[in-house]
């Protein structure tokens, strides 16, 4: 089977860019946001029944601020390697992969660092994928399909992230009767019965996990590199090995510098749902 894809022709409708790549592509997200979204919520009560009293916050800030950290620093150097080899697709499943089997494990987890552990595998799986996934995307279509492309991806990753915590919210009514939320009371006692729910939960999550492996490995294909052309202004863009890529504007760093000033300002959503939850 023949494991390259030839990018959508210029001038082609939305039906044509909204298929093959980009059409996995979506779909791929939308299976790991179900999946991470079942959990990424209810961390917070279950680092608070593991870690020792009054200690579940800094467990949550140091497992956020190191493994964002790391994810972003990451996606520049897979986007390098990526570029270098100028393939795609190796590198997009070993990150969904990582994430894919971190994010379940925390059902097994018996202490809280064992959380904060999976959660940075997670969050490395994530800065290992992203850059080489974007290009593939970018590569999959015509430049002026380009937008179209990624906001189909956006809207499908969103999807998930909808669909994950209805799931979680069914399965814990399911389960316990009742959700994690007591409006920031300070003083809730997460039981032992709770803390077996959200394990199950957890460990079900791997199934939209595993759905969006099988599709990635199966369904998706590296892109044809193109032959270069001097009338090709509006063919996809060939990798070009890291040598001989041209300098960036200063408007990219000025854009770059902006957004790590709204890192560095930035909390994390988890210290709200910890108050929520406990």
């Known amino acids: 089977m023949n494991n390259e894809l030839t990018p959508t022709p210029p001038g082609g409708s939305w039906r044509d860019a909204i298929r093959g790549n980009v059409l996995m592509m979506g779909l791929v997200s939308l299976f790991t946001d179900f999946s991470s979204e079942m959990i990424y919520p209810l961390l917070p009560v279950f680092i608070a029944g593991l870690a020792p ?21 990451l996606k520049y150097y897979s986007g390098r390697i990526s570029d270098a080899v100028g393939k795609r697709k190796s590198l997009t499943v070993i990150g969904y992969g990582i994430s894919s089997v971190a994010r379940p494990l925390m059902g097994a987890a018996g202490a809280a660092w064992h959380v904060v552990a999976l959660r940075f595998a997670d969050r490395v799986g994530k800065g290992i994928r992203t850059s080489p996934r974007d290009a593939l995307i970018s590569e999959s279509v015509a430049p002026e399909m380009r937008g179209l492309a990624f906001s189909f991806h956006r809207a499908m990753d969103h999807c998930g992230a909808i669909i994950g915590p209805l799931a979680a919210i069914a399965l814990l009514q399911a389960m316990l009767g009742y959700t994690f939320w007591r409006q920031g009371s300070g003083d809730a006692i997460v039981s032992e019965k709770e803390i077996r729910a959200l394990r ?79």
């Open 200 to 278: 199950v939960l957890f460990w079900i999550a791997l199934l939209p996990g595993a759905a969006a492996m099988a599709t990635l490995v199966w369904k998706v294909r590296d892109r044809l590199p193109q032959p270069a052309s001097s009338s090709g202004s509006n063919r996809p863009m060939a990798s070009t090995p890291p040598s001989s890529t041209p300098p960036l504007p200063p408007r990219f760093y000025g854009f770059v510098a902006s957004v790590t000033l709204f890192a560095l300002g930035n909390s994390s959503d988890l210290f709200l749902l910890f108050y929520g939850q406990t």
């Open 53 to 73: 009293a009054g200690l579940a916050a800094v467990y949550i800030g140091v497992m956020e601020g190191l493994a964002e950290s790391v994810a972003s620093i």
